[in-house]
């Protein structure tokens, strides 16, 4: 008797399990449209700035690394709560009021319906198409979390090896492989000079710069980020094709035109070099593995079912009853 309940108890939990995953075309019947209205804002933006893409991807990895992709990222910070996005390494993300635009159309169309976590989501992949980058289908599905502090936000910095860096990856659960692909993304977008200006004239106290980076690259970035002392200038972190989603990042790299010191090393590692120059003389290659890896790393913690809600404002958690 016990037994049978037992039995049914775990088919219950099974069957409860199986109906709250992720899944493709999660809000066709309760939100048909919502994938058009996100695509529709994000095509809209991209149309005067071409730089949203970056902009999503980096939100997309700091959402999806802290507490996992629950939107804790888009939290506002209170007078009395310092939130992730407040953080450190989060300082630079841009593109929220992006994700706000998504959500004021999916709530005038399907009130609580559509989370904020899914619309970074689908925003980042849109966006990787119009760039030039592999069309995918991504499963949703998200429910957005309740919590964001900044003293979670633990990302790596750009100066880690690649054993340390993968650290990082390893704990949530993706391979040395993975992080190689996702660090691909790296494709787009551009870093300050803070990030990198150690390895361009007195790299470790040798008085010369960094030896794996290319000397005129070099002393090309030392012009840039030399020139003002109160200001921190940007430079594009591929400086072959800076606006497209394609390999010629791991290409950058094996010139020696990495910009921060861990795509550099990617390329000299012994555990990364193959890959990297498997990647940079194989764009379909690259393509295929970054489809695979956005999409397990937009699964990473994921809050699903009954957990967490459907936030009204992807700035703030919805008020207590
Ligand atoms: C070891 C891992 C990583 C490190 C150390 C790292 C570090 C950095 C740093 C220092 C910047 C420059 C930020 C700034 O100057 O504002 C940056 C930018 C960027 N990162 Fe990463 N990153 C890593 C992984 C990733 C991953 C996994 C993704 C996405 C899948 C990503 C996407 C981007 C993008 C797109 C930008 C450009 C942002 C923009 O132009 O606004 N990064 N990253
Ligand atoms: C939603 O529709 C798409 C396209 O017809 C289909 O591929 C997907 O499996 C559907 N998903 C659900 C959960 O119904
Ligand atoms: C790889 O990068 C180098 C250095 O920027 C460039 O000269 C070369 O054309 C690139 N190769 C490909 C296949 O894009
Ligand atoms: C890499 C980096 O900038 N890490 C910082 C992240 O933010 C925390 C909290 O603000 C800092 O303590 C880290 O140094």
């Keep these: 008797m016990e037994k049978n309940i037992l039995v049914v108890l775990v088919i219950c939990c099974i069957l409860g399990l199986a109906s709250a995953q992720l899944k493709v075309g999660f809000y066709n019947s309760t939100c048909p449209r919502a994938e058009l209205i996100i695509r529709g804002i994000v ?26 992709c629950d939107a804790s990222i888009l939290i506002d910070s209170t007078p009395s709560k310092s939130s992730e996005k407040d953080a450190g390494p989060n300082l630079t993300v841009r593109g929220y009021d992006l994700i706000d635009a998504a959500k004021k159309a999916l709530e005038a169309a399907c ?13 980042t992949r849109d966006a990787v198409a119009l760039s030039g980058g592999p069309p995918y289908a991504v499963p949703t599905g998200r429910r957005d979390g309740l919590i964001s502090n900044s003293d979670d936000v633990n990302l790596p910095g750009p100066s880690l090896s690649v054993s340390q860096a993968f650290q990082f990856f390893r704990a949530k659960g993706m391979t040395l492989n993975e992080m190689v692909t996702l660090l691909g993304a790296h494709t787009v977008g551009v870093s300050h000079c803070s990030f990198f200006e150690d390895r361009l004239s007195n790299f470790q106290g040798s ?4 030896p794996t980076m290319d000397r005129a690259l070099a002393a090309r970035l030392l ?3 030399g020139a003002a002392s109160n200001t921190d200038p940007t430079v594009f972190l591929d400086q072959g094709t800076s606006f497209v989603v ?9 010139f020696r035109r990495g910009i921060l010191q861990i795509d550099q090393e990617l390329a000299l590692d012994r555990s990364t070099a193959p890959l990297v120059k498997s990647f940079a003389a194989n764009k379909v290659a690259f393509q295929q593995s970054f489809v695979n890896a956005m999409i397990k790393m937009s699964k990473i913690q994921v809050l699903v079912g009954k957990a967490g809600e459907i936030r009204k404002n992807c700035r703030v958690v919805n008020p207590r009853k």
């Design 43 to 68: 095509q809209q933006r991209f149309a005067r700035d071409r730089s949203i893409t970056a902009a999503l991807l980096r939100m997309h990895f700091h959402d999806c690394f802290v507490r996992g």
């Design 111 to 123: 009130p609580s319906t559509v989370s904020c976590a899914d619309i970074i989501t689908i925003a």
């Design 207 to 210: 008085g010369k710069p960094d």
């Design 223 to 225: 012009k840039i980020c």
């Design 246 to 254: 394609d390999n010629q990042f791991y290409n950058q790299t094996v």
